[in-house]
C-alpha cells in the first residue's frame, strides 16, 4: 500500500490542531492532577521530601512559574519575571493551564506556525510557535510525573492515569 502524502493545507492544520489538542491535554491533566491532590491532606502538600523540588507545593509552583514565561513567549509578551508565589497553587495551576489552552485554541495555523525570537539570560532561540508549546506542556508533563512520584513518597497509591493517550482516548 502507498502511503498518501498530505498536502501542505493538510499538514498545517494537522500541526494547528494537534497544538491545540495538546494545549487541551495539559489543561486535563492539570485539573485531573489537582482534582486527586484535592483528596490529600493540604499540609502534606508542603511536606518536604528527597527530589528535584523539595516538596509537592514548590514543584507546581514551578510548572505555574513556567507556563506563565512560556505563555508570555507565545504572546510576544514581556516576559514574566516570577515572584514569591503565596496564593492557592491548586487552583493557580488550573487557572493557568485553562488560559494557555483557550490562548492556543485562539491561534490559528499562521500564528501556530510563526517564528518566535526568545531572547533571555539563559538561552537564545528563534523557533516557531509550535516548538513552544510542545516544550511548555512537555515540561508540565514532565513535573507532573514528578509530583507524582512525591506523592507516591508520601504514602499516596491512588495516583490519576493522565498521559496523553489515555486523555485522548477518555478524557475528552
Known amino acids: 500500500m502507498i502511503q498518501e502524502i498530505p498536502t501542505p493545507a493538510v499538514a498545517q492544520a494537522s500541526i494547528a490542531t494537534a497544538m491545540k489538542n495538546y494545549a487541551n491535554y495539559n489543561f486535563w491533566a492539570a485539573s485531573t492532577l489537582v482534582k486527586w491532590l484535592r483528596t490529600k491532606p493540604a499540609y502534606l502538600l508542603e511536606q518536604e521530601v528527597a527530589s528535584s523540588f523539595p516538596s509537592i507545593r514548590s514543584t507546581l509552583v514551578h510548572m ?13 509578551e514581556a516576559p514574566f519575571i516570577p515572584e514569591e508565589f ?52 512537555n515540561h508540565s508533563t514532565y513535573h507532573r510525573g514528578q509530583v507524582i512520584s512525591i506523592g507516591r513518597q508520601l504514602g499516596f497509591t491512588d495516583a490519576p492515569m493522565t498521559d496523553y493517550n489515555f486523555y485522548n482516548v477518555y478524557g475528552k
Open 64 to 76: 505555574w512559574q513556567t507556563q506563565c514565561y512560556w505563555l508570555a513567549m507565545i504572546k510576544r
Open 86 to 137: 503565596t496564593g492557592d497553587i491548586l487552583e493557580a495551576i488550573v487557572d493557568q493551564s485553562e488560559e494557555l489552552a483557550y490562548y492556543i485554541d485562539s491561534l490559528d495555523t499562521e500564528d501556530i506556525e510563526a517564528s518566535n525570537l526568545v531572547v533571555n539570560p539563559w538561552f537564545e532561540c528563534d523557533f516557531q510557535n509550535f516548538e513552544y508549546i510542545i516544550q511548555v506542556v
